[in-house]
Nanobody, 126 residues
Framework: QVQIAESGGDSVQAGGSLRLSCTIS????????MGWFRQAPGKEREGVAC????????SYTDAVKGRFTISRHALNRTLVLQMNNLKPDDTAMYYC???????????????????WGQGTQVTVSI
């Protein structure tokens, strides 16, 4: 069974930065796509970033392109989301999961059989 633990969330002012981390206990860590999702109050969970097996061409939702960077550290099975120039609209609970993918039909990041952890809260104030 996959176990996930997200951390790094905090309250920051607009323009600030945060680095989220996610440890995932899954076999074949490198063989799985890994992604970050977020859910703001009253909104559906949305895909933020997805890192493929090759790590060459990650996918990002339009709202975070140029500001967020997803990366993977296989040695300690950690997925990282570096978030810069944060905006109040980035306020949400952030989750990571394996098995993400970009759906051209929906023009968004989705996940097959996602596994959700407790999440980590990011709050951005003006």
């Amino acid at each position: 069974q996959v176990q996930i633990a997200e951390s790094g969330g905090d309250s920051v002012q607009a323009g600030g930065s945060l680095r989220l981390s996610c440890t995932i206990s899954i076999l074949d860590f490198r063989a799985n796509t890994m992604g970050w999702f977020r859910q703001a109050p009253g909104k559906e969970r949305e895909g933020v970033a997805c890192l493929g097996q090759s790590e060459r061409d990650p996918s990002y939702t339009d709202a975070v392109k140029g500001r967020f960077t997803i990366s993977r550290h296989a040695l300690n099975r950690t997925l990282v989301l570096q978030m810069n120039n944060l905006k109040p609209d980035d306020t949400a609970m952030y989750y990571c999961t394996p098995r993400c993918y970009f759906s051209p039909n929906h023009n968004k990041i989705l996940a097959r059989n996602p596994t959700w952890g407790q999440g980590t809260q990011v709050t951005v104030s003006i």
